[in-house]
Every structure is written in C-alpha cells, then in structure tokens.
C-alpha cells in the first residue's frame, strides 16, 4: 500500500494573528495530527507548501516577512492514487522568521505567538524546518533553533533551493554541514536536500510527512487496543 498526499485537497480554515485565537483553536484540537513549515523570510516557504500540496495552496508573496500568520488548513491522503477513509490531518504554515523591516510591535506579538505555538501544539504535529541551500545555518537560523530548542519538536531540516548550487564545491560545502548540524540539533530527525522549482527532492520530503502522519495513527491504535493494566 502506499499513501501520499492528495493533491490540491489542501483547504484553508483560518488564520490566527493573535494568542487568543490560537488558544480557541487549540481547544478544539488538542490532539492535531499533521505537519507545520517554518523557516526565514524568502527561504521559499510558500513555493515548498505548493509544491507538496499543489499549487497555489500558500501564498507566495515577494515580499519576505508578509506572512505574518498562522494560517492552517486540512488535506488528505490518497491510497495507491485514491481518495482513502483517513481522517483529514493539519497543513500549517507559520510566519518566517528573521525579518528585518518590521516594527518592534509586531516582533513581539511574534515573539508571544510562536512561543504559546510551540509550547502547546499537539506533539503529533511535524516541524519542518526550511532552509537555503545556498545560505544554510544562518545566524537568524541559530536563533530559531535556540528559540524552540525547549520544546523537543519533532523536527525534519529541508535544505530549498537545492538547484541554485552550480558547483561541485558549493555542494560539498553542504553535505560538510550535516554531521555538524546533527550534531548541535539533535532533535532534528532527517535532512533532505530539495527544490520547490525543479521538483528535485519533493517525493522524499512527502515521504517524510506522510510516515510521521501513519506513525501517529499506528501509535494511537495501539494505545487504544492496549488492556488496562
């Protein structure tokens, strides 16, 4: 059997500015199954999102920093190219981080939204981590990491724009990094290298969500079948 995400089956509920909003939604969601994208402005968040999900599902704005909610949505998933009986699961795509041109205003409400973010989401809700391939573990980068390094988020590391490396040196340079940065991030499960243009790395990186995503159903049939003790 294979699973895979069902394309253009992303559908958009809500998007949450505020802590108050994110509390409600919480409320009724306690137990979300799904993955969530973060990464620096520009590193092309959106683009990996439409990529994965199909087209157009996230906003791709020039301007980096734009997104400055959490916008959530639902998908499916396909059974050997069908439409299958899985419950819908959780798309949600947080605000970059390292924007420069902002006011302090709204770093804070950042700063407080992001925080009761990974604090209190659901533990079955996968992290990935964007990153430039050509810019990778940059200082805004380290920051995030030291940032949520708390909270033991099941995280993936997807290194975009993988295409953008012309050479043979700008790509060792890449793969040099890896041991290191397993070894400061710890909690990072996986690395994958990708692009949302060339389509290079996509099916691996939705390997990836869809195995986390059939993980934690298998974990909570088994903890339901289990007896009492």
Request: charged share 30%.
């Amino acid at each position: 059997m294979s699973y895979t995400i069902r394309p253009q089956s992303a559908d958009f509920k809500m998007g949450i500015s505020v802590v108050s909003q994110f509390e409600d939604w919480l409320a009724q969601n306690r137990d979300a199954i799904g993955v969530s994208f973060v990464g620096r402005s520009n590193v092309g968040k959106s683009s990996m999102i439409n990529s994965l999900f199909g087209g157009k599902t996230a906003r791709v704005s020039k301007t980096p920093g734009r997104t400055r909610e959490i916008n959530i949505f639902e998908f499916e998933l396909n059974l050997n190219g069908k439409k299958c009986d899985l419950p819908k699961f959780f798309l949600i795509d947080l605000p970059g981080y390292g924007f420069a041109e902002v006011s302090k205003e709204m770093q804070k409400n950042w700063d407080e939204l992001m925080g009761a973010f990974f604090a209190e989401v659901s533990q079955s809700m996968l992290l990935v981590n964007l990153q430039d391939a050509r810019h990778p573990d940059q200082d805004v980068d380290k920051q995030f990491y030291n940032f949520i390094k708390r909270h033991n988020r099941k995280t993936i590391l997807v290194f975009n724009k993988i295409d953008k490396l012309k050479t043979q040196k700008e790509r060792n340079v890449l793969e040099k990094l890896k041991p290191v940065l397993s070894k400061d991030y710890k909690w990072i499960r996986q690395m994958y290298f990708a692009s949302a243009e060339s389509k290079k790395g996509i099916p691996q990186v939705e390997d990836a969500i869809v195995t986390h995503i059939l993980e934690e159903l298998e974990m909570r049939k088994t903890h339901v079948e289990e007896p009492d003790a």
